[in-house]
């Protein structure tokens, strides 16, 4: 079994692999951090976890749409400007997404 530290959102993490899937697992670990990047900028840094919990949802929201398109995702959505009203205006752009994938479940 092999170890890969990969970086997310900044941090370090060890992530065991099997032998031969460490390039898989670095291009995954940065599609992950790509969308925990993407929360970030929409809500601030509100922890790592539920910045995790947010991205996690938004990869099973890609995944379902995929499957149920039949394996064609469509585009990603662009991300909200940000405003002057700062991080609540952020916080209910994600809420209305989370709950459009809830609806979607």
Known sequence: MATVTVEINGRPYAVGCADGQEERVRALAGQFDGHVRQVAGEVGHVGDLRLFLMAGLLLADELHEARTNGGTAPAPEAPAAPSTDGVAEA?????ARLEKIAQGL
Do not use: G, Q
């Not at 916080?91 to 809420?95: H, I, K, S, T, W």
């Open 91 to 95: 916080l209910n752009a994600v809420a």
